[in-house]
């Protein structure tokens, strides 16, 4: 069962179970990609090293070039195709990109219906899914761009963060096609790409700028002063604003199966946002980092003294009870906002600081699908004659569309792995990164409260291509 949501270019078909499809596969691109850039060999880092040999001594890759099949020297830059997988969460998302910004596919199936039944992302639950629907996803995302992956130029796969279980369906995938086809693939940072997801849609937006990520997992504030070197200027210490969002929904009683975020939206438009008198949370901390676990609790307690049944839906509710969930909803997300425009301010003057030719916010991941989110948040730019990025919802979401352009952006400049052999045995060690911060912490923003949890943090992405250009140079 297919069913299709218009998109800016592309099409995204979101699907249930279909039955597997086999591969064969040749090489496109990769030979033209080595000639422009042989003065520069790539960095990128091997997917299938252990997470202890990584980061005790960081290898690099040398790559050996395989021999293409359908070599065609007259590829150029913009004729990359890539394949770009993301499994890191509760989304089996794949899509097809081409280095000139064109989407040619885009397909999501999402475990809505697990995530509404276990009111939150089972990470064993989480993988089965994956696991079922990969092929049918992959397979989905060739069709629609007309392509077989012969034609690709490589793949691009989520390596990290997320859940490790999830990660590994995605990153098994992406090696047994770049495997059979001698195609190589770009392992790419989840939140790198839901912030370089604005510079497709946005072509004027070139380094330095700033970014805002916030979705079901983090809550970053970046600085991006060039691909992959980020300065972070802040992030949560505990929860991040998309589970308070889908907690809320879930006490609220609301129908989870678009995901909480999108229920609260809607609700909160019925409800008096003054209504319920929730504080914002680290009005003394002088930085920009986030806590949403105290706005969660006041909104526990609200919900309780009220006396609202989250066993009764929404649908079934009186209209009393209809104005109470509204009144909280539309409270908890004008909180839960204001921290956010609270943290941007204070960024936005720091990150003018450290690089006064910055010109634009991209604000992007799941909650900046939400209009509030956007609007608000452009009130707080202008006022600092910024200009606001924010991808359409489709590409705020997880997709594989910032997979694939992510992967373009690092593999133009030959940061990219050799193929993986063909038919690599399933017990292979994966370079997985479940907890890979984007950038090193700036100096003023650093959390006494989050160094207690710093416990098998893989080194940032910024440290390791630091660290990569140092070794080249
Ligand atoms: O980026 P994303 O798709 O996945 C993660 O990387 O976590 O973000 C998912 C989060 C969920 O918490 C979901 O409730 C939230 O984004 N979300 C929204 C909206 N749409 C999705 N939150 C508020 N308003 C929305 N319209
Ligand atoms: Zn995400």
């Known amino acids: 069962m297919v069913s299709l949501v218009p998109t800016i270019s592309s099409t995204i078909s979101r699907l249930n179970l279909l039955p597997k499809s086999s591969f064969h596969y040749t090489l496109r691109g990769l030979r033209t990609l080595q000639l422009q850039h042989k003065q520069r060999s790539p960095v990128w880092f091997p997917l299938n090293s252990s997470f202890n040999r990584l980061s005790a001594n960081l290898s690099f890759s040398n790559f050996n070039s395989p021999k293409p099949r359908n070599e065609n020297p007259a590829i150029m830059d913009d004729d990359l195709v890539v394949l770009g997988i993301e499994t890191s969460c509760d989304d089996t998302a794949a899509a097809v990109v081409r280095s000139n910004g064109e989407i040619l596919s885009q397909v999501v199936s999402s475990q809505a219906d697990l995530l509404a039944q276990y009111g939150g992302v089972a990470p064993k639950m989480a993988e089965e899914a994956h696991s079922q629907v990969i092929d049918q996803v992959v397979q989905e995302a060739l069709d629609k761009a007309n392509l077989t992956e012969t034609d690709l130029s490589a793949v691009a796969v989520t390596i990290g963060p997320g859940l490790s279980l999830c990660l590994r369906v995605g990153v098994q995938k992406a090696r047994q096609i770049a495997g059979c086809c001698n195609l190589p693939i770009v392992g790419v940072h989840h939140m790198e790409a839901h912030a370089l997801v604005a510079r497709l849609i946005e072509r004027k937006l070139q380094f330095p700028f700033m970014a805002l990520l916030i979705s079901g997992g983090h809550n970053l504030l970046i600085l991006a002063r060039d691909l992959g070197q980020y300065i972070q200027l802040g992030t949560t210490i505990d929860d991040a604003i998309g589970e308070a969002y889908d907690k809320t929904a879930k006490w609220l009683g609301l129908d989870l199966r678009r995901s909480g975020g999108p229920a609260i939206e809607e609700l909160a438009r019925e409800g008096d946002a003054e209504s319920v008198k929730f504080s914002v949370p680290m009005k003394q901390h002088k930085d920009c980092n986030f806590s949403y676990a105290g706005l969660k609790t006041q909104v526990r307690l609200a919900i309780e003294s009220k006396k609202i049944n989250a066993e009764i839906p929404i ?35 720091w990150a003018l600081k450290i690089d006064p030719s910055i010109k634009y916010l991209v604000v992007s991941g799941g909650v900046a699908s939400n209009q509030y989110v956007r609007s608000r948040l452009n009130q707080v730019v202008m006022k600092n004659d910024l200009q606001l990025v924010c991808p359409p919802p489709s590409l705020c979401t997880d997709n594989g569309v910032m997979i694939a352009w992510t992967g373009i952006e690092h593999f133009r400049v030959g940061r990219f792995d050799p193929p993986p052999p063909a038919n690599e045995p399933e017990d292979t060690v994966l370079d997985l990164r479940p907890r890979w911060p984007l950038g090193e912490e700036h100096a003023e923003g650093r959390s006494d409260a989050r160094s207690l949890r710093r416990a098998r943090i893989h080194p940032s992405l910024t440290s390791l291509i630091q660290a990569s250009m140092q070794q080249q140079s």
């Open 315 to 349: 649908s079934s509710a009186s209209s009393q009870d209809r104005i109470s969930r509204a009144d909280i909803a539309a409270s908890f997300q004008r909180v839960a906002v204001l921290h956010l425009e609270e943290r941007c301010e204070r960024a936005i003057e």
